[in-house]
């Protein structure tokens, strides 16, 4: 009996002693820390989105698969090619000055004293902190063609007013200005923390070689911000293709469909026209090229860490 128990204490001890050696585990305690993110990861974006390609393959009364037919049609209707154009040129362009006003702003706060960056920092993060809808209807107000401030300023000085949201490239340019306002401040604080990561005995070494200011730009700190400038980009791009709220409160998609970009494309189709699968298939349509796009990108940013490392 004694040597029986003593086994069993053994072997509990023993027991006790491989689970606690398994919690102990690093990767264990970080899997255990992250479940509740999967599981809301799992439950907002993995479900809605694989729902989503469901939708996607069935015909309008959602009872019976069509497979890629949906896409088909669209693709067969000019409204569509629009949409693609408009989506494509409203992405890249607000990207690319979102890009370049955040990083001109970035360096305009790295070169001025800690104690007035706090201040700047504040004022400048403000369009990016309001509700995207609550500052695009102020915007709205701004470009109304009965009461705008914008033509009113324009008329004192002798400048004819605009009609921002009654012709197709003025209603485009708008939405791109509204967007870049919105999320310039979003690159701005993003290129500010990677210059402060930047050693300034590279600034240093860059001077003492007689490297001028385009140079020491060029071979200093966009190599070594090129990374998060990547991943910026990427992630700005993918939430710029899937904006809502600024075109949906600003034009509507008007004129004539000309500024729908796919989400509200897809609001339209699916919600207001009853179409469900075909509003689910406009939704889908970039994520191909939106997932081979950030592939590359990310195995960009990792390879570079490696050789860093």
Known sequence: MSASGATMTAGRTEGVTS??????????IAFLMTLPLIAVIGGLV????????????????MTE???????????????????????CIFAVSAVLLKALIGFWLAHMLHDIPAKGQRKWRGMLLVPWVIPPALSTLGWWWM??????????????????????L????????????V?????????????????????????????IDGATGFQRLRYVTLPMMRNIISITVL??????????????????????????????????????????????AVSL????????????VLRGVTRRNKEES
């Open 46 to 61: 993995v479900y809605p989105a694989g729902y989503a390609m469901y939708l996607s393959t069935l015909n309008r009364r």
């Open 19 to 28: 689970l606690q050696r398994f919690t102990r585990r690093r990767s264990t």
């Open 65 to 87: 698969f069509i497979g890629l037919e949906q896409f088909a049609i669209l693709l067969d209707t000019d409204t569509f090619w629009m949409v693609i154009a408009q989506s």
């Open 285 to 296: 349509f970039m994520f191909p090229l939106l997932a081979i796009f950030a592939f590359f």
């Open 143 to 164: 470009f109304d063609p009965s009461y705008s401030s914008i033509n009113y300023l324009l008329n004192v000085f002798a400048v004819p007013s605009v009609p921002w």
């Open 179 to 207: 967007n870049v306002w919105y999320g310039a401040p979003f690159f701005m604080i993003m290129y500010l923390a990677a210059l402060k990561s930047v050693p300034e005995q590279l600034y240093e070494a860059a001077a």
């Open 235 to 280: 992630f700005s791009l993918i939430v710029t293709f899937a904006n809502y709220d600024i075109v949906r409160v600003l034009t509507n998609g008007g004129p004539r469909d000309l500024t729908h970009v796919f989400a509200t494309y897809a609001f339209q189709v699916g919600i207001l026209s009853g179409n469900v699968p075909r509003g689910a």
């Open 166 to 177: 009654g012709e197709p490239w003025w209603a485009r340019t708008s939405v791109i200005i």
